[in-house]
Nanobody, 122 residues
Framework: VQLVESGGGLVQAGGSLRLSCAAS????????MGWYRQAPGKERELVAA???????YYADSVKGRFTISRDNAKNTLYLQMNSLKPEDTAMYYC?????????????????WGQGTQVTVSS
């Protein structure tokens, strides 16, 4: 499974961005997908996740501002980010979990993209 992110960039605080993640390869082997982010000097954190059935999870820091969605027909994952804050600045990574993986929110992801940079200026 290959994951390629796009849509990052520089935006002012209060602005919006939409990230996309195109999946290819053995798509049939994945179920859950998610977005992680990592800021310099900080640990990687799960921002949002969505199951194959459409159930979603959001980190408290982004609830009400970010929306995760997936288009299975296009094999694409999205993250709509509104009301962006400088603290949202990070490298954002798309991840996918295989069918045999655990179902917990913190279960490991098996496939990762290269990341797309999001920078929010104050």
């Amino acid at each position: 499974v290959q994951l390629v992110e796009s849509g990052g960039g520089l935006v002012q605080a209060g602005g919006s961005l939409r990230l996309s993640c195109a999946a290819s390869g053995s798509i049939f082997s994945i179920k859950d997908m998610g977005w992680y982010r990592q800021a310099p000097g900080k640990e990687r954190e799960l921002v949002a996740a969505i199951s194959s059935g459409g159930s979603t999870y959001y980190a408290d820091s982004v609830k009400g501002r970010f929306t995760i969605s997936r288009d299975n027909a296009k094999n694409t994952l999205y993250l709509q980010m509104n009301s962006l804050k400088p603290e949202d600045t990070a490298m954002y990574y798309c991840a996918a979990r295989s069918l045999g993986a655990g179902n917990r929110v913190d279960s490991p992801y098996d496939y990762w993209g290269q990341g797309t940079q999001v920078t929010v200026s104050s």
